[in-house]
């Protein structure tokens, strides 16, 4: 562990910029993990080299002025979730950082480059298991582990999609590892959220920073509601008076500000399934002048919830019988039903080998390095080295069936080694990831802060990565985990022109 | 436009409406009681209470700062003015993206100011001030969505649940003072009661303009329900239901369109062609009590023909 400001003065060798900039950074802490803004010693790297000059000119009051003024704007805009306690609901605002996070264009282009692989091979990925299954037959990836999931929907199997686009927006998570590399942690396939607060956080930063955004060259974004119209209308089977909705859970979801705000931003209606219903397999929203068809649904509720006749009968978010408006061509859903088979923890180990069987092509961003234990030499690499990895079960996510290895007693890897050995195709390892860090505002001073890196992906008739991303931030000191709802906050993310 | 957001619409503006009223009779009683004797404004407090609850509202102590506390500031009484803010923006929030970002940050920075607020903040000052406060950041609101929402179909909900509501709520008050209600709930109104009662309703001015500052009953009763210009007037509030239902639902079938503009044409017709003179000798309890009636009446025959309709009966 190395204290910027102070290493730098007791090191004896020459004065550096990080120094001179004294006070914010007075519990800057640069630990094992890369920071985006210092090098490691302690130099501060140039795409970062106007920000740390603004900084050291503003002090801390002013930036809590700034910061303050950004959280007043999020909370009258409304951009909050609710948060139940003791039978009292209260709104919060996502907290949102001021300091906005500073990606280079060459960096950049090799995000873009690698997502669109990515997109078009777990595409492509999504058609071949839905028709031939060809991957299958090959032997590329086990069959057991597709018709095994819970997430593969036997009423997609034969059915057209198109343009062959399965995912039509998906959201992947990137982090950047010890040697500076971005690397892809998981890929969001079904209704991936947080594209509101890219933009949200963009609106807010650049009044907080006019002329450091002006003066730096940032890529705009606010083009993102325009393609996103675009892409769905690439859907349509025909392109006159194309009808687009919006569908929301309603209300209560705690996404529902950025489902509104993107109908808004498209002028497009949103919906929720009440608003909706299916007649001779055509899908009609009930308006005040009668009934309206809808030709492309941009749905934001999850495959089990959509039509209670197909999937879960206790739902009463969707639409009984859009499935069979779907299956009859009478509407596009968007993403297809059936994709959260492509994004579970076992086949993203697989996606590398995807890229190389569909497209011929080396993968251009990493994954995380991932242990299938169903293979024989991985699972033994994990047994001998519990003490060091994370264990995962497959089919579950939000921490559950998960074993941190360094956080956890003998007795506990023991025991699970045990479960991994009696079923060993339920589970993946993977090494601990030290996310990178950046600056973030905390209490009055810069510190650094655990961060992670989402892109959202437009996939249509074309391929479209809106140049920015949602950066979430872990606000706790050393915490790695950036989740809203455990702590996380969120940042601009600013990729600069060249 | 969806019929979900139709009625988010129309009841996101009776609710705004009726937060209004509340916050203007609540600072119109504060500052009047100053002038009265004991009795009298309690007797007058009392008239306000039942002005403001839909239902037998208790409040738990008979003084002004029990009844403030319970029509502004309870959760618990449904009518009170936080429950309406609360309600208000629970519908803005419905149809967020039919709003302008100007209405919806409006709306939201009055009730997120509000909200924390209690009788017990306001007491120590001018309270009167803190409910003239809220009155005009309305007031702005109003202006707000006029300047910066289309006039469309919209529009013209919000337009048509505003007048439903006021002229239900202005009847409510007219029936207090010279109706059924007169001295049901207090002692019947003084001389004092029939200037405050134009000051509930912003007329005071508007009315010594058009008869004089000479106070009389009959001639305020005549103001408050058939003047055609007066904003606060029963018949200025059909006149705007009857253009609002011009505008809704371009596209409904005829037959859809006929039940609801006949409702809106009679009720037009028992406004426009009855005078004060009929009403003084006694019949203007059933009068007003039809008035509220019709306009329940066209609030569900909006709903049967655009709101609420089966599908059954469209396709």
Redo the contacts between chains.
């Keep these: 562990m190395q204290h910027v400001g102070v290493a730098k003065q007791g090191s004896g060798v020459g004065v550096g910029p990080a120094a001179r900039l004294g006070a914010p950074y007075g519990g800057y802490v640069l630990g094992a993990a890369y920071d985006e803004m210092f090098a490691s010693d302690g130099t501060i790297r140039p795409h970062y080299a106007a920000l740390g000059t603004r900084l050291a000119t503003l002090s801390g009051e002013e930036l809590n002025r700034r910061q303050q003024a950004c959280e007043l704007s999020f909370?009258?805009?409304?951009i909050t979730f609710t948060v139940y306690s003791d039978k009292q609901a209260t709104e919060r605002i996502i907290p949102t950082d001021l300091l906005p996070r500073i990606v280079t264009a060459a960096e950049w282009a090799r995000i873009e480059a690698g997502l669109k692989q990515r997109i078009l091979a777990l595409n492509h990925f999504l058609r071949d298991i839905y028709s031939d299954g060809r991957v299958l037959k090959d032997g590329v990836v086990p069959r057991s582990m597709i018709y095994g999931s819970k997430h593969y929907r036997r009423e997609m199997r034969g059915l057209p999609v198109a343009h062959g686009a399965y995912v039509n927006v998906c959201g992947s998570d990137l982090v950047r590892r010890e040697d500076g590399a971005f690397v892809v942690l998981e890929d969001n396939l079904r209704v991936p959220s947080g594209v509101s607060y890219m933009l949200a956080n963009r609106d807010v930063v650049r009044r907080a920073f006019p002329n450091l955004f002006r003066a730096m060259g940032v890529k705009p974004i606010e083009h993102y509601p325009r393609e996103l119209l675009a892409t769905l209308r690439s859907l349509a089977p025909f392109q006159q008076d194309v009808s687009i909705a919006v569908l929301t859970p309603g209300?209560f979801n705690s996404a529902?500000?950025e489902h509104?705000?993107l109908?808004?931003q498209m002028g497009v209606?949103?919906?929720?399934g009440?608003?909706l219903?299916v007649?001779d397999n055509v899908v009609?929203?009930?308006?005040?002048?009668?009934?309206k068809r809808i030709d492309v649904i941009y749905r934001r509720i999850d495959d089990d919830f959509i039509d209670s006749l197909i999937f879960r009968e206790d739902s009463s978010l969707g639409v009984s019988g859009l499935f069979n408006a779907y299956r009859a061509g009478n509407v596009v859903i968007a993403n297809a039903l059936g994709t959260g088979v492509a994004d579970d923890k076992a086949v993203y180990a697989y996606v590398p080998r995807l890229i190389r069987y569909y497209l011929s092509e080396e993968p251009i961003l990493d994954n995380v390095e991932t242990f299938l234990c169903r293979e024989e030499k991985s699972r033994n690499h994990v047994l001998a080295n519990l003490d060091r990895l994370v264990v995962k079960a497959v089919g579950e996510s939000g921490g559950y069936g998960m074993l941190v290895g360094p956080h956890a007693s003998k007795a506990e890897r023991e025991a699970f080694a045990e479960r991994l050995k009696a079923d060993p195709e339920n589970y993946i390892a993977q090494p601990t990831i030290q996310l990178s860090t950046a600056p973030t505002f905390v209490e009055g001073g810069v510190e650094a802060r655990h961060v992670d890196l989402r892109p959202f992906i437009l996939h249509g008739e074309g391929t479209v990565i809106v140049p920015g991303a949602l950066t979430r931030v872990a606000l706790k000191r050393g915490s790695l985990v950036v989740n809203s709802s455990q702590g996380g906050g969120s940042k601009d993310t600013w990729v600069l022109n060249n | 436009m969806l019929s979900r957001v139709a009625d988010s619409l129309y009841w996101m503006s009776r609710y705004l409406e009726r937060a209004e009223h509340t916050a203007r009779l609540i600072a119109v009683k504060l500052e009047s009681m100053i002038e009265q004797s004991r009795e009298d404004a309690d007797s007058s407090w009392l008239r306000v209470v039942a002005a403001l609850s839909a239902e037998e509202y208790v409040p738990a102590s008979p003084d002004a700062f029990a009844i403030t506390q319970g029509l502004a500031f309870d959760r618990a009484n449904p009518s009170s003015l936080l429950s309406s803010l609360g309600n208000a923006r629970d519908n803005a929030r419905q149809v967020r993206e039919q709003l302008s970002t100007e209405v919806w940050g409006h709306l939201n920075r009055i009730y997120l100011r509000l909200q924390p607020v209690t009788a017990e903040d306001i007491w120590a000052h001018h309270p009167a001030n803190s409910f003239r406060e809220v009155m005009e950041e309305l007031y702005t609101l109003g202006g707000v969505t006029y300047s910066t929402l289309s006039h469309g179909e919209g529009w013209y909900f919000l337009e048509l649940g505003r007048h439903i509501e006021r002229a239900q709520l202005t009847s409510r008050l007219l029936d207090l003072h010279f109706g059924a209600s007169r001295s049901a709930v207090a002692e019947p109104p003084k001389y004092f009661d029939w200037l405050v009662l134009l000051k509930f309703c912003t007329a005071f001015e508007p009315y010594c303009k058009a008869y004089t500052a000479a106070i009389k009953p009959e001639k305020i009763a005549e103001f408050l329900l058939f003047d055609a210009e007066f904003p606060h007037s029963v018949r200025f509030s059909v006149d705007r239901v009857c253009d609002a239902l011009l505008r809704v639902a371009p596209g409904a079938p005829p037959v859809r369109r006929a039940a609801v503009e006949r409702l809106a044409g009679r009720l037009k017709a028992s406004v426009d062609f009855t005078q004060i003179e009929d009403l003084m000798s006694g019949s203007i309890a059933p009068f007003l009590a039809d008035i509220t009636r019709q306009c329940e009446q066209i609030h569900d025959s909006v709903y049967a023909s655009y709101i609420a309709y089966g599908a059954e009966t469209v396709l």
């Design positions: 909370l009258h805009q409304g209300v529902y500000f509104a705000f109908a808004r209606e949103l919906v929720e009440r608003d219903l007649n009609y929203a009930r308006t005040t002048s009668g009934l």
